[in-house]
């Protein structure tokens, strides 16, 4: 009988993808494994960076996936002058109350866009550290939970760009996956000028998933088995990234736990009631590579921890039957 449940919950779970993909395929052409991936954070209400260059559909992106929940969506545009208060809200003195009245700011939300975070300077950055971790705003000595389902989706540019502030290692680390859109081959790109030239597919987007079946998927998602060995070939690549000669600052527990329920969520997505090694290997890079800090010595061969998270996987061995 519980068996006959799992497998109805996990058909439910990839229901759930195909139709979101399908949907936002309607929006962003292209880039099917990018929404994959995006589907795997909001089915663990883990947090995603979207890293590019501007103009390649970042912030389409997130609002094409935000217009597909029915959940509370707020945006929040970073610049230079954003104050922490701009975020996480404002005790203000009410004259008809004659009273303090707490305001709260766009970080009280289900889904919330931080666009283009890497603009703000690191106080303001600050502020998102407890709502991401914790899922609570303090304030004026009062602890604020924030509504569940919560998903920060965040889009940076390159920090080579001018005005951009590098994100600090804590709150990399409270991403659970990093993602770059890149270029659309000429292909895409002659399909996005057929699209979005006489019109705006986003506005014609209608929710498809409510908040409580949301909440009951990501439940599913959770009970997804993931066996000794390969919760243990899970150990051995993060612990790889601390032994690395290339590697200043390996992942963290939180980095092993991102990847443990990242290749859950992966697994129900696929249709599957168990995680295979596979799935653990394609999640890698997206869930490891944005905490590791490099050597300066790698840092002057041009080294990427994208391409040590993969040299990783590749030398360590893959647990077989």
Known sequence: ???????????????????????????????????????????????????????T?????????????????????FTPDVLPTDVTGLSYFNQKLADFV??????????????????????????????????????????????????????????ELEGTFPLPEAQLDRFLLKLSLGYPTAEEEDSILLRHGNADPLAEMQPIVRADELHALQRAVAHVAVSDVVRQYLVALVR??????D????????????????????????????VLPDDVKRLAVPALAHRLVLQPEARLRSRSTATIVQHIVERVPVPVE
């Open 1 to 55: 009988m519980q068996a006959a449940s799992t497998k109805t919950a996990i058909q439910a779970v990839q229901q759930f993808g195909a139709d979101i993909q399908a949907q936002i395929g309607r929006v962003v052409v292209g880039k099917t494994e990018i929404v994959e991936l995006l589907l795997v954070a909001l089915l663990c209400e883990g947090h995603v960076l979207l890293e590019d260059v501007p103009g």
């Open 57 to 77: 559909g970042k912030t389409t992106l997130a609002r094409a996936l935000a217009r597909t929940l029915d959940c509370e969506f707020r945006r929040m545009q």
């Open 102 to 159: 707490f305001r709260p700011g766009p970080i009280f939300a289900q889904i919330v866009l931080a666009d283009e975070i890497n603009r703000a300077t690191p106080r303001t950055q600050s502020a998102l550290l407890e709502a991401m971790q914790e899922r609570t705003v303090t304030l004026d000595g009062e602890t604020r939970p924030l509504p569940r389902p919560f998903l920060v989706l965040a889009t940076q540019n390159p920090i």
């Open 240 to 245: 790889a990234t601390r032994t690395s000669d």
């Open 247 to 274: 590697l200043e600052l390996g992942a963290s527990p939180r980095g092993s736990l991102a990847l443990y329920r990242a290749s859950q969520a992966y697994a129900a997505l696929n249709g599957r009631p168990f």
